[in-house]
């Protein structure tokens, strides 16, 4: 199972960026058993922190107070893709940005996942 990042990078305050995850080694939404995809990000000296996750069976998804109503996660199951969309960017969600698979359902801390993506670096400047 392999997870890549993309679509990082420089934002001004109140700015816009849509990350992208591209999974392979398996398929989303399948009886398989990756059953959830989440973002997490980590700022420096700080806890990795899980921000948004989907249920690739549904679509419900849930998101973490710092992040509702900014951020929206989604799911591409044909091309094994989660997105996400994030509004209203500010300085303190500057961070690397991990994508994350889980054989668990409606978890959204780290313990709880399997695979991990590389990392991509958004930084949001005031």
């Known amino acids: 199972v392999q997870l890549v990042e993309s679509g990082g990078g420089l934002v001004q305050t109140g700015g816009s960026l849509r990350l992208s995850c591209a999974g392979s080694?398996?398929?989303?939404?399948?009886?398989?058993?990756?059953?959830?995809m989440a973002w997490f990000r980590q700022a420096p000296g700080k806890e990795r922190e899980g921000i948004s996750r989907?249920?690739?069976?549904?679509?419900?998804?849930a998101h973490s107070d710092s992040v509702k109503g900014r951020f929206t996660i989604a799911s591409d199951n044909t091309k094994n893709t989660v997105f996400l969309q994030m509004t209203s960017l500010k300085p303190e969600d500057t961070a690397v940005y991990y994508c994350a698979a889980s054989t668990y359902l409606g978890r959204l801390t780290k313990g709880w996942y399997d695979y991990w993506g590389q990392g991509t670096q958004v930084t949001v400047s005031s």
């Open positions: 989907i249920n690739l069976g549904d679509g419900s998804s």
């Open positions: 080694g398996f398929t989303l939404g399948d009886d398989y058993k990756i059953v959830t």
